[in-house]
């Protein structure tokens, strides 16, 4: 029904964003990958998809579409809600989450807040297949940095160690530290790693 929003971000929270367009102030519910790479004040695009039950609708928003299609493919697997896909998509950016799977690594799946063994075990073995034909989508389009960038990639890693259980201010000091000791140009899993082993 909605492809994307093109507006102005008008609050912000780690996980969701407040955008006006057209006069209309919308609820956008992300991943805290999503809502990081954004400003408030800052006009952006971004990616959308609705979800309406009985008594509530919501609307999830995402920085790119790798994102938007890993959450709705995480949505069809029995037992896995908006939560957990959120989580998920939290801890892990799109082309972190495929290697993952194609690893077959349970136990770095089920570190993500919220997500336990059993629901870690379904999505390998519903996605281990599709992972290997994956080739994710490198695309900025939606108006934020590039999670290739050393401020993307600060932002990324920062709200991994979050959704993993760190305050904010331990997660930017830990995600610093591995940073000034890896170099700007490492993958966020990496530096994810390093922050856990010397935090």
């Not at 989508?137 to 979050?162: C, K, Q, V, W």
Request: charge should be positive.
């Amino acid at each position: 029904m909605y492809e994307h929003l093109h507006g102005r971000v008008i609050s912000k929270t780690p996980a969701s964003l407040v955008i006006e367009t057209a006069g209309v102030g919308w609820f956008v519910e992300t991943s805290i990958r999503t809502a990081g790479r954004f400003r408030v004040g800052e006009d952006v695009r971004v990616f959308v998809h609705h979800r309406q039950n009985e008594d509530s609708q919501r609307l999830f928003g995402f920085a790119d579409e790798d994102e938007r299609d890993l959450f709705r493919r995480l949505l069809r697997i029995s037992g896995v809600g908006p939560s957990h896909a959120l989580n998920l998509l939290s801890a892990l950016d799109p082309a972190a989450f495929w290697a993952i799977v194609r690893e077959g690594s349970e136990k770095r799946l089920s570190a993500s807040k919220g997500i336990g063994p059993k629901i870690a075990q379904r999505v390998l073995t519903e996605l281990k297949d599709e992972a290997g034909r994956r080739t994710p989508r490198r695309s900025n389009e939606a108006g934020g940095e590039s999670a290739t960038t050393p401020s993307g990639l600060e932002g990324d890693a920062i709200g991994a160690l979050i959704v993993l259980g760190y305050s904010e201010s331990a997660a930017v000091k830990a995600v610093l530290a591995a940073i000034r000791k890896l170099g700007s140009e490492s993958s966020v899993d990496v530096v994810v790693r390093e922050a856990l082993k010397s935090s």
